[in-house]
């Protein structure tokens, strides 16, 4: 073979390569039934302004939903974490299974803000048990349970 044919056959061969299907990316649904929808769902409440609906998905690690008390103490601290990462487009979002009844989620916000949740489950349910604001370059910052 000739170098001009070795071209045309490489030419060809790359070619071939950009016409083959790329992988398929997860589409994850904001249900509870995820530990990733759970994370989505809670960033969805603070996006529309729900505080409220997202002091419902935190729970203990038990997985038994909060006292209507505490939910109340946690409010002003959720309203200040709304003012932050709501409406920012979500750029990350990785979750790692520690065992079948708990996982850890990372939610990135506009490359910016990081959100560190710890998900138990009860039943077929995961409520967040655990949840830390990460800013850029400075040290983690506990939002719930609260620091004792």
Known sequence: MNHRTLFL???????????APSPRREVLLP????????????????????????????GTESGTP??????????????????LVARQPVTLLRVDTLD????????????LHTLSFLLCRRD??????????????RPAVLIFPPPD
């Not at 056959?9 to 016409?19: F, K, M, R, T, W």
């Open 124 to 137: 077929s349910l995961w409520v967040i048990a655990r949840l830390e604001y990460l800013p850029w370059r």
């Open 100 to 111: 079948p009844k708990r996982a850890v989620v990372w939610l990135e916000a506009d490359y």
């Open 9 to 19: 056959l490489g030419l060809l061969l790359s070619g071939c390569e950009s016409l």
């Open 66 to 83: 909060l006292p209507a008390i505490e939910r109340y103490e946690l409010l002003p601290e959720l309203e200040r974490l709304e003012r």
């Open 31 to 58: 249900t509870r039934a995820t530990p990733g929808g759970t994370a989505l769902l809670f960033k969805s409440a603070l996006d529309s302004g729900r505080i409220a609906d997202a002091l419902f998905l935190l």
